[in-house]
Nanobody, 116 residues
Framework: QVQLVESGGGLVQAGGSLRLSCVAS????????MEWYRQTPGQERESVAS???????KYADSVKGRFTISRDNAKNTVSLQMNSLKSEDTGVYYC??????????WGQGTQVTVSS
């Protein structure tokens, strides 16, 4: 059974940093794309960063240069290092996983709040 469990959210002041982690089961290696999404009230979820199994990485323009996504297959973990946080980064962050010929899977989400 596929399960994605996020951790690392919280409250931080503007300019601060947080690191989000997502542990995937049964194994992260079965997913070709791991992705972090963000959702704010009244808005659709937007992709923040993605990393493919081959190593290709993409970022939303709003987070380029501040966020770093990484993947550790040995630990079944994908992480999102968030630096220089801004109030507009506030939202619920979701881990997402995709594998060929299957649906997209979601974690339960973790709240990130950046105070100005």
């Amino acid at each position: 059974q596929v399960q994605l469990v996020e951790s690392g959210g919280g409250l931080v002041q503007a300019g601060g940093s947080l690191r989000l982690s997502c542990v995937a089961s049964p194994s992260i290696s079965v997913f070709n794309i791991m992705e972090w999404y963000r959702q704010t009230p009244g808005q659709e979820r937007e992709s923040v960063a993605s990393i493919a199994g081959g190593g290709m990485i993409k970022y939303a323009d709003s987070v380029k240069g501040r966020f770093t996504i990484s993947r550790d297959n040995a630990k079944n973990t994908v992480s999102l290092q968030m630096n220089s946080l801004k109030s507009e980064d506030t939202g619920v962050y979701y881990c997402s996983a995709m594998r060929p010929f299957d649906k997209r899977y979601w974690g339960q989400g973790t709240q990130v709040t950046v105070s100005s």
